[in-house]
């Protein structure tokens, strides 16, 4: 079945550093692949999302391209902020029969500090 | 326009109680989601509503989670009785329907701490 695997966390950062969260997957046909993020006390927002292969999703200074011959979705920021501390989820949907049904990854939380 | 809201935010019963979670999706969604966190691990899907009608159940865990969704509004998913495993965070989400990929609105969760 489908599965997203995730680089665990936490990972700490200084304001303005670079941000990569690792993101592989496995899938049946083609996936749309999305990042969602949890800021502290809200519910899961979309981040960015590809749908095909060498798209790439970006969104508030994040960016993201879908890989096929590696599998991978990694999730970029060249400079984060404080406000960027959240917990983020890689996720995949197989389409088809399973529409809209999400796949997610474990994930990464994150944390900023000034 | 408002978004998901569920209710309630938090939720501690001890084992063997029933709990009650309600999901009231974006006006016109016809589409309706549960997920699950559980432990701080990956979200999984639980059930999937188009309307009042389950269109997917598959990640339902066992008989004693039941989910319904009355007139294809709003939804609750009732947990009886609640064991120690069941605790974690329980996302409800909606989309309008009739188009694959399109966007999901996530509420912000309920979570349920079963003692």
């Known amino acids: 079945g489908d599965s997203v695997t995730q680089m665990e966390g936490p990972v700490t950062l200084s304001e303005e550093a670079f941000l990569t969260i690792n993101c592989t997957y496995t899938?049946?046909?083609?996936?749309?692949l999305f990042w969602y993020v949890q800021y502290p006390g809200e519910g899961l927002q979309l981040l960015l999302k590809?749908?095909?292969?060498?798209d790439k999703g970006s969104n508030k200074g994040f960016e993201a391209t879908y890989r096929k011959e590696t599998t991978s979705f990694h999730l970029e920021k060249g400079s984060v902020q404080v406000s960027d501390s959240a917990v983020y989820f890689c996720?995949?949907?197989?389409?088809?029969?399973?529409?809209?049904?999400?796949?997610f990854g474990g994930g990464t939380r994150v944390l900023v500090k000034p | 326009e408002a978004g998901v809201t569920q209710f309630p935010s938090h939720s501690v019963i001890e084992k063997g109680q029933t709990v009650t979670l309600r999901c009231d999706p974006i006006s016109g969604h016809d589409n309706l989601y549960w997920y699950r966190r559980v432990m701080g691990k990956e979200i999984k899907f639980l059930l999937h509503?188009?309307?009042?009608?389950?269109?997917?159940e598959s990640g339902m865990p066992n008989n004693r989670f039941l989910a319904e969704r009355t007139g294809g509004t709003y939804s609750t998913l009732k947990v009886q009785p609640a064991e120690l495993e069941d605790s974690g965070v329980y996302f409800c989400?909606?989309?309008?329907?009739?188009?694959?990929?399109?966007?999901?609105?996530f509420g912000s969760g309920t979570q349920l701490s079963v003692l």
């Open positions: 996720a995949l949907t197989s389409g088809g029969a399973a529409g809209n049904k999400l796949t």
């Open positions: 509503f188009v309307k009042e009608s389950k269109q997917d």
């Open positions: 590809a749908t095909k292969a060498d």
């Open positions: 989400a909606s989309s309008q329907g009739g188009r694959n990929n399109e966007k999901l609105f």
């Open positions: 899938a049946t046909g083609y996936p749309s």
